[in-house]
């Protein structure tokens, strides 16, 4: 890609081609037949040699990203009303799941603008 040329324009461009590409490789099965070609040898030794030195300043570089991506998510446990907790392994706790869940559901089909 050329960076002169705006990359989200040009990636909504490119939608019916990856749809396609991902279905024909679906269909031959390529992912698995990857996985096995390359082996854990190769997995193992790009992790170590490669990713080592590049997961700190990955992290550090991604954590503005980051911090914007879960703020929604962050804010919407945040202001999440739980009801009373019970006793320790009293049923009753998963309604706390649920409206953590609930909560986080929302917030994302709120960023959907569903």
């Known amino acids: 890609m050329n960076p002169r040329t705006p990359w989200a324009g040009a990636a909504a461009a490119a939608e019916p081609a ?10 031959k099965k390529k992912f698995g037949k990857g996985v096995k070609a390359a082996g854990d040898e190769k997995w193992t030794r790009g992790a170590v040699d490669k990713g ?10 991604a954590e503005p ?17 739980l009801p009373p907790r019970y006793a320790r392994r009293d049923p009753r706790n998963l309604m706390r799941v649920k409206a953590v869940v609930d909560a ?7 960023r959907l603008g569903r």
């Open 52 to 61: 080592t030195a590049r997961w700190g300043p990955g992290v550090a570089l």
């Open 104 to 110: 986080l559901v929302a917030a994302k089909e709120a």
């Open 65 to 81: 990203d980051y911090r914007s991506g879960f703020a929604p998510y962050r804010d919407a446990i945040e202001r999440a009303v």
């Open 18 to 27: 990856y749809e396609m590409g991902v279905t024909q490789a679906i269909a």
